[in-house]
């Protein structure tokens, strides 16, 4: 006879998923809130209000702005790792250039539905605070250098441009996303959406184009 833990009841079943249904319109309504206004100018206030909770379950389920800031960067690089890890088996297996490619290339497409992530990037780069060392420590150094590894090798093989791995990557970054940030002066100058899905394909040939040298 084994022992078994008996199922939560109904009730207690509906409760976790109304807190976790809660929680996640909390996150939801705090990329908006970020993304928007970035974190200096963003309100837990304003979270509640697009989320449609009151203000004190903000509070509880994240504990403060800050605790909500990170929450977000969380989810977000979780989307981006999930997308990555599809091809984890076969980046792993390749050799640098390859690999490089397959890497940046999984980039470019994240980034065509992960504007938001940019939006809340470009706002917390542009000058020293907590949150942006947060973010380099936790996530950003590593994998600049370990990316920077990769475009040396590239280099050395003739494979990609010449430079500094560092200058180039956010020069990479700049070609990959600047055009998703200033989509409607593209509609509106250039005559195509960059949302189409026709366009990504393109987007990610031409990206790669400038860096790779086949």
Known sequence: MTDTAPAPPKRTRARQQRAEDTRQAILDAATI???????????????????????????????????????????????????????????????????????QEEFIRFSANGTVFHQIMAHVARKPSEQLTWMVEEYLRDVYETRAELIRAAQAAGKYVAGDPFHLQYLFLGAVTRIYLLAAEVEQVAGFSPSDPDFLDEHVRVCLSLFFRD
Do not use: C, M
């Not at 969380?74 to 640098?96: C, F, K, M, N, S």
């Open 33 to 103: 809130e970020f993304a928007d206004n970035g974190y200096d100018g963003a309100a837990t206030r304003a979270v509640a209000a697009r989320a449609g909770v009151n203000q004190p379950l903000v509070t509880y389920h994240f504990g403060s702005k800050e605790g909500l800031w990170r929450a977000v960067i969380q989810a977000l690089i979780a989307d981006y790792r999930a997308q990555y890890e599809a091809h984890l088996t076969e980046v792993t297996d390749l050799e640098p250039v390859a690999r490089l490619r397959v890497i």
